[in-house]
């Protein structure tokens, strides 16, 4: 990626390809969590996980790091949904008092960026986790810190902590995670971002073709593997609960609405009502950032409408997908 001056950080055509499809930054800062030389110690109160409500990649870090007990081990700070308008793609405390992150006194996001390299160009994205005495940057590597936390944490989780990543299965897991990741979680980023037709009209096909492959493997068991909730269940969960609110009309994927799929729609219910999924999902947030906010150009200006809809009410409605399990529970979380 060509560097740019801070006022041109991370424009929307920096991540455009010349055929229109939107490609990703890759992530700056991945060195692993362990006790191995060279890798980020494991050590409770040492860092602070930033995120925002309304991103999808913050989201399932936050509802595993609940999920495991992990909550008085790395303390959690919460950027606005709304994205600053300062002439570059940031985010900002705007929720906290004096719009300061109370724990490491900074407004901005990309602020531990640069504390971390001051050549930084890159947009700073979230999930981030921060040395907290250094204000640093140490890890914004979202593809891989769950597994981190499902892994290397292991050591600080709570008691009777569920197993989301059994070692069993984590070559299965892996593998439909990095599908899901390319043809549904990055798939509606990359309808919504495409600036050609074609661009858009092959992400679109891969979605929804996923989506139908999704939907006939639910409708044969509870979730992706089975009785058991794992990380690629979280994975999913987090743009499932985003789409009919907001990538359905902000990224055009409106072919169908996941309320429309017999299986997708309850499997998505079923995890909302699950302890940690639900309570972490904050559809005001979502909703604001998608259609009133700007996303990867800071050049938007246009003023938006806040849609009024969906209900969210059926999010609560019985979804029966225990009568696909042998278990009995209502929400079935495999323990260690």
Known sequence: MTKTNENDTAKKPGEIEADGSFKRQTNRFTTPFGNNTGELPIEAGRYRLLWSAACPWAHRSVIVRKLLGLEDSISLGTASPLRPRIGRVDWEFSLDTDNVDPVLGIQYISEVYKNADSNYSGRPTVPVMVDIKKKEAVNNNYFKLTNAFETSWTPLHKENAPDLYPEHLRTEIDELSEVIFHKVNNGVYKCGFAAS????????????????????????????????????????????????????????????????????????????????????????????????????????????????????????????????????????????
Do not use: C, M
């Not at 409708?219 to 009919?244: E, H, N, P, W």
């Not at 909302?272 to 906010?293: A, E, V």
């Not at 809809?309 to 278990?327: A, F, M, Q, V, Y």
């Open 197 to 336: 037709q074609e661009a858009y009209e092959e992400s679109y096909d891969q979605l929804f073709d996923k989506l139908d492959e999704l939907e006939d493997r639910l409708s044969k068991q509870r979730f992706l593997f089975g009785d058991f909730i794992t990380d690629s269940d979280v994975r999913l969960y987090t743009t499932l609960a985003r789409f009919d609110a907001a990538y359905y009309t902000a990224f055009n994927t409106n072919r169908n609405l996941i309320r429309e799929y017999t299986h997708l729609w309850g499997y998505a219910r079923d995890l909302y009502q699950t302890p940690g999924f639900g309570d972490t999902t904050d559809f005001d947030g979502i909703k604001r950032h998608y259609h009133l906010s700007i996303t990867i150009n800071p050049d938007k200006t246009d003023e938006n409408i806040l849609p009024k809809g969906p209900d969210l009410s059926i999010w609560n409605t019985p979804h029966e997908r225990h009568k696909l399990s042998n278990k009995v529970e209502k929400f079935l979380i495999q323990k260690k």
